[in-house]
């Protein structure tokens, strides 16, 4: 093989493996999702009204139903995890004109977390 095969053949490979590898060196959700699932929260506010709110979490999409007839409907990211097992996730929604970052707290029970101070269980996976 003469020079020029290989400083072509060497070129192709660096190209194929920057393709391969950019999507991973530069995603914007570098942590662990456990998220995934239907969680749901229900209560009775001060002044006896019943309420209830539904997030779906499933493959970096998200929705969010309640008992008002509000929905929303977007992506979700976890942009950072903090020690005290709290994370912040960016929602984003409205055909991506809005972003909202909350705040998530895990617990020790994987089936039970808290979105905004609001404790919901998961009812599915």
């Known amino acids: 093989m003469k020079a020029h095969h290989w400083i072509v053949l060497t070129i192709a490979a660096v190209v194929v493996g920057g393709m391969l590898l950019w999507p991973k060196l530069h995603s914007t959700d570098i942590y662990a999702d456990e998220l995934t699932g239907t969680w749901r ?17 499933e493959n970096r999409h998200y929705t969010l139903t309640t008992d008002s007839y509000y ?10 995890r903090f020690l005290d097992g709290s994370m912040t996730v ?3 929604f409205s055909d991506g004109s809005k972003e909202y970052d909350m ?10 977390i808290q979105i905004e101070g609001a404790v919901l269980k998961r009812v599915s996976e």
């Open 90 to 92: 960016r929602k984003t």
């Open 103 to 112: 705040t998530v707290v895990t617990t020790d029970d994987p089936d039970v």
């Open 41 to 57: 929260a229900e209560g009775t506010s001060a002044d006896e009204y019943p309420w209830w709110m539904e997030y779906t979490f």
């Open 71 to 80: 929905k929303e409907d977007g992506t979700y990211s976890i942009t950072e």
